[in-house]
């Protein structure tokens, strides 16, 4: 049955070897005329950081803080997303208010409490941004006050799936200053959960 193929070669596993994984390179610098996808971190090409609801969220801080990452994905056990949570979600007003809520010590909370649930994220469409340019992300960052963009794909299924994120330190950082769109300062302070409270 095999007698067509001839083995593969093998080499020995050497000392010191590690394991690639999926890496994605932003240039250093774009401008506000750069292309949207020089900004955008993608999925397809870096592993998201996720965790689950049900997550403390002491381990979720600490997942970021190992990661270098301020927001993480919330899923569940089928990878399904339900939510996301930020750095400024954990640090703002929203582990106290919840806190208080749940009549728990913020060090009992999960991130089911502080977490912005999946129906409340609103997305770029991964085809808008292949034609938008740095400046038409920011301008929608400082529009609503965030700090992060989710960029999403309709797949061959129809089902949709996050397929990138934009993040405005990340774009600050390659601008090589903290710009807006018509050069103003990027007000990006605001977290999730200001941006609620303010529509509520």
Not at 48 to 76: I, Q, T
């Amino acid at each position: 049955m095999f007698d067509e193929f001839n083995p593969l070669p093998v080499v020995t596993v050497l000392p010191g070897a590690g394991i690639l994984q999926p890496a994605q390179v932003l240039p250093d610098r774009v401008t506000l005329e750069s292309p949207a996808l020089d900004s955008m971190t993608d999925l397809r090409r870096t592993t998201a950081v996720v965790v689950r609801a049900g997550d403390s969220v002491a381990h979720a801080r600490e997942r970021m803080r190992n990661r270098g990452v301020r927001m993480l994905f919330c899923v569940d056990i089928t990878g399904r997303i339900e939510g996301l949570v930020t750095l400024n979600d954990m640090l703002g007003e929203r582990p106290v208010l919840a806190a208080r809520q749940n009549a728990v010590p913020v060090s009992e909370l999960l991130v089911r409490d502080i977490m912005t649930p999946r129906i409340r994220l609103e997305a770029f469409r991964v085809d808008d941004v292949r034609h938008a340019r740095v400046g038409h992300v920011l301008a929608r960052l400082r529009g609503c006050g965030r700090q992060h963009a989710l960029v999403v794909e309709t797949l061959p299924d129809g089902a949709q799936a996050v397929r990138g994120v934009f993040s405005a330190t990340q774009i600050e950082r390659q601008l090589g200053a903290t710009v807006g769109a018509q050069g103003q300062p990027l007000e990006v302070a605001r977290t999730f959960a200001e941006i609620e409270a303010s529509l509520a």
